[in-house]
């Protein structure tokens, strides 16, 4: 199975300021017959069930705010919040299709308010 | 508008079998390429696949849990259900249905399942 490790495992950053977490593949998520990385990110607020923020690396769900952005590509990628407010207190995952049906998750990283 | 929800038992025995029904609106499973997938998630832990079923009637399992897991449709009442053999205090998670195969766009609740004697 493909790992996916995310770092750092909790951030806390002041708000408006930028949040930046890591995800790395064990191998890569390039996929060139197509040109794209089979990556999504979710967030995932307490209580809740994860929402998709992010698919093809960085391709935005419709209706996500634009300060979720997401880059990368190969076996290293980045979701970035620009801004970060205070409804963005969660837990964010990725997650990789490219070895699809089997799908693997990272290991998530928790972000609060400094 | 796209709901999911999952309905089942919080409580479970050790060795006795999980059947979790997933109940949804807004979209078809007969639908081509459409797809509902099964996902857990222990307490404090991080997301598990667990299995898929396409439109097509296709079923696809996490090789690890593949011999205890059985995913089924019933495209006439909406329903996707999911069985779990033999299970373990370790399988205690919420269970959650989501629509998709590669990606998930939208999730039910979740269902949380407590595997203890």
């Known amino acids: 199975d493909i790992v996916m490790t995310q770092s750092p495992d909790s951030l806390a950053v002041s708000l408006g300021e930028r949040a930046t977490i890591n995800c790395t593949s064990s191998?890569?998520?390039?996929?060139?017959?197509?040109?794209?990385?089979?990556l999504a990110w979710y967030q995932q607020r307490p209580g809740q069930p994860p929402k998709l923020l992010i698919y093809?690396?960085?391709s935005r769900e419709s209706g996500v705010p634009e300060r979720f952005s997401g880059s990368g590509s190969g076996t290293d990628f980045t979701l970035t919040i620009s801004s970060l407010q205070a409804e963005d207190v969660a837990v964010y995952y990725c997650q990789q299709y490219y070895s699809h049906p089997t799908l693997t998750f990272g290991g998530g990283t928790k972000v609060e308010i400094k | 508008q796209v709901t999911l929800r999952e309905s089942g038992p919080a409580l479970v025995k050790p060795t006795q079998t999980l059947t979790l029904t997933c109940s949804f609106s807004?979209?078809?499973?007969?639908?081509?390429?459409?797809?509902v997938s099964w996902i857990r998630q222990p307490p404090g832990k991080a997301l598990e696949w667990l299995a898929r079923?396409?439109?097509?009637?296709?079923?696809y399992y996490n090789t690890s849990l593949r011999t205890r897991l059985t995913i089924s449709k019933d495209t006439s009442k909406n329903q996707v259900v999911l069985t779990l053999t033999n299970m373990d205090p370790v399988d205690t998670a919420s269970y959650y249905c989501?629509?998709?195969?590669?990606?998930?766009?939208?999730w039910g609740q979740g269902n949380l399942v407590t595997v203890s004697s």
């Open positions: 191998q890569s998520l390039f996929y060139r017959s197509n040109n794209k990385n089979f």
């Open positions: 079923i396409d439109w097509d009637d296709d079923k």
């Open positions: 989501a629509r998709g195969g590669i990606w998930f766009d939208c």
């Open positions: 093809w690396a960085s």
């Open positions: 807004g979209f078809s499973l007969s639908t081509s390429g459409m797809s």
